[in-house]
């Protein structure tokens, strides 16, 4: 009965590196949310997976932001160049999909630092 | 654009008395929906609750209730005889487009005992 995970659970690293988070829906849950929270921004939607496919990416913040999912399953948000204010937790969340839309699963977050 | 407001950064109560958590929101569709979700200091967010907007009635879970009131574009949270596990910031917000959240601000409640 796995919840949804994220990995790493921390990460530091240097402005201008690119990094990498991953996640791990919940089994069978077909919808995929990436958000943002920091303490200026609040809790912010970065882009939605239906399936494999991204309906809406209208949250990322720039074209440094990129996110894919294969196999209906893990999905992975890279940052390029990263930049001090990308610091926060990302968060990811699952749902079962429309049907169960509101009803989201949500994964511990990664703490990013970006120095 | 969907907004919500928030407007309770921190509320502190004793254990057992009754608090009531404020939401506002603003939207210019005549269908939307709104939520709760709770973030406990684990930080993993929590769902609590999902109401649509044709559906005006009270909802109880509990000592969880929720008041909602189109009138007045606000969907008020209440926990009754709270308890130190209550403790959390909670999120009220509405629901874009059938996937994506709006988050308002959040309110954190603590209970002390």
């Known amino acids: 009965g796995a919840g949804v995970s994220q990995s790493p659970s921390n990460k530091v690293t240097e402005k201008g590196k690119d990094v990498e988070l991953r996640c791990d829906p919940i089994s069978g849950h077909t919808a995929l949310y990436w958000y943002r929270q920091s303490l200026g921004q609040g809790l912010e939607f970065l882009i939605y997976?239906?399936?494999?496919?991204?309906?809406?990416k209208s949250g990322l913040p720039s074209d440094r932001f990129s996110a894919e999912r294969t196999g209906g399953s893990v999905s992975t948000l890279t940052i390029q160049r990263t930049q001090q204010e990308d610091s926060a937790v990302y968060l990811c969340a699952s749902s079962l999909g429309p049907e169960k839309f509101g009803e989201q699963f949500f994964g511990p977050g990664t703490r990013l630092t970006v120095l | 654009a969907q907004k919500v407001t928030q407007a309770q950064t921190e509320i502190s109560v004793v254990e057992k008395e009754d608090v009531t958590l404020d939401c506002v929101y603003e939207t210019r569709d005549t269908t939307y929906y709104l939520f709760w979700y709770k973030q406990p200091p684990s930080g993993e967010l929590v769902f609590l609750i999902r109401?649509?907007?044709?559906?005006?009635q009270n909802e109880i879970s509990g000592r969880y209730s929720w008041n909602f009131q189109k009138s007045t574009s606000s969907f008020n949270f209440t926990i009754t005889a709270s308890q130190v596990v209550d403790s959390a910031v909670y999120f009220c917000?509405?629901?874009?487009?059938?996937?994506?959240?709006?988050f308002g601000q959040g309110t954190r409640l603590t209970i002390n005992p």
């Open positions: 997976f239906q399936g494999n496919s991204a309906p809406d």
């Open positions: 917000g509405v629901i874009q487009g059938a996937q994506k959240l709006v």
């Open positions: 109401r649509n907007s044709f559906d005006e």
